[in-house]
T-cell receptor, first 115, second 114 residues
Framework: AQSVTQLGSHVSVSEGALVLLRCNYS??????LFWYVQYPNQGLQLLLK??????LVKGINGFEAEFKKSETSFHLTKPSAHMSDAAEYFC?????????????FGKGITLSVRP | DAGVIQSPRHEVTEMGQEVTLRCKPI?????LFWYRQTMMRGLELLIY????????DSGMPEDRFSAKMPNASFSTLKIQPSEPRDSAVYFC??????FGYGYTFGSGTRLTVV
């Protein structure tokens, strides 16, 4: 079974500051890992994914995440926050092998960006 | 590609009424998922299908909830009878075989039961 922990429910940063959203996972088999973003009144959009190629993954809108197996982490970062980054962010995990292995989502983190 | 299409976008109904939510997955995707999102419980997987066959419905909260996928391009989630605690945003998502591709979500249906 897989699980994801996103500590805290809300992160606030100033515009132009570093964004760091933390995600730790638990998986008994090699994982696929994902970050999704949800803007108000919209569905979830895929930001980026780790599927066993490069451990540093670049996504849309300047976001990137690094897979660290030793730390069981997949933290999301962006060097400089923009007002448009304000949204809810979900980390998700699934098993790299195994039939019908569904995505398990974290509880989400709300990112606020101050002017 | 039009993406995953859900209808209606908003639904307001009275307690006890039947509600049907609809989803059209992306053509060629063979997995379809129904999720419910609330402030209290976050994102919950209700049921998912593979090649139109229900694989896991353990997240369906009660017998009042049912889901069908009569063909590869259409699925419904029905609540009968509806209750105020069913008020939530319901999302449909689809994926192609191999979960490394991730899911594509629809825009959701915001259900309010009064």
């Amino acid at each position: 079974a897989q699980s994801v922990t996103q500590l805290g429910s809300h992160v606030s940063v100033s515009e132009g500051a570093l964004v760091l959203l933390r995600c730790n996972y638990s998986s008994s088999v090699p994982p696929y890992l994902f970050w999704y973003v949800q803007y108000p009144n919209q569905g979830l959009q895929l930001l980026l994914k780790y599927t066993s190629a490069a451990t540093l993954v670049k996504g849309i809108n300047g976001f990137e995440a690094e897979f660290k197996k030793s730390e069981t982490s997949f933290h999301l970062t962006k060097p400089s926050a923009h007002m448009s980054d304000a949204a809810e962010y979900f980390c998700a995990v699934t098993a790299r092998r195994g039939a019908n292995s569904k995505l398990t989502f974290g509880k989400g983190i709300t990112l606020s960006v101050r002017p | 590609d039009a993406g995953v299409i859900q209808s209606p976008r908003h639904e307001v109904t009275e307690m006890g009424q039947e509600v049907t939510l609809r989803c059209k997955p992306i053509s060629g995707h063979d997995y379809l998922f129904w999720y419910r999102q609330t402030m209290m419980r976050g994102l919950e997987l209700l049921i998912y299908f593979n090649n139109n066959v229900p694989i896991d419905d353990s997240g369906m909260p009660e017998d009042r909830f049912s889901a069908k996928m009569p063909n590869a391009s259409f699925s419904t989630l029905k609540i009968q009878p509806s209750e105020p605690r069913d008020s939530a945003v319901y999302f449909c998502a689809s994926s192609i075989q191999g979960f490394g591709y991730g899911y594509t979500f629809g825009s959701g249906t915001r259900l309010t039961v009064v």
